[in-house]
């Protein structure tokens, strides 16, 4: 699930890990190659072949040594779903954080939802 992959890439940042290697899911890669595109990671990629598939993830750091992700909070649960549409939307930390949503094109950005116009389940924000 997304919550364990965010929760992992956070605990990594903070041990100042270099790579995070996690199981395979489409869920999470998808995730995980929306956080590249924002430039919260470095690289995504995925290794190996099915039983044993892995997303490899190598984080990013700024010069100072402090990690790209400053905090993640989770607004859709299993217990309670969010769903917004396109227009209730709104900037995350005044525009330097994104919120992802799981949409019927996808997992996809606020910003892109917006542009796309498209609304779907909201699933957390990141700065």
């Not at 956080?35 to 990629?45: A, H, I, M």
């Not at 995350?92 to 799981?102: F, N």
């Amino acid at each position: 699930m997304y919550t364990d992959l965010l929760t992992k890439l956070r605990n990594a940042q903070k041990a100042r890990k270099e790579m995070l290697k996690l199981p395979f899911s489409n869920m999470d890669f998808a995730v995980a190659e929306l956080l590249g595109k924002y430039n919260f990671v470095e690289n995504v990629s995925k290794k190996g072949r099915m039983p044993k598939r892995v997303i490899e993830i190598k984080l990013k750091y700024d010069d100072k040594g402090q990690g790209a992700i400053g905090g993640v909070r989770f607004i859709s649960k299993p217990s309670r779903r969010i769903y917004l549409g396109y227009k209730d939307l709104k900037a995350v930390r005044q525009g330097y954080g994104i919120s992802a949503l799981s949409t019927p094109k996808g997992v996809m950005s606020n910003l892109q939802a917006r542009k796309d116009k498209v609304g779907g389940q909201l699933l957390f924000e990141i700065w």
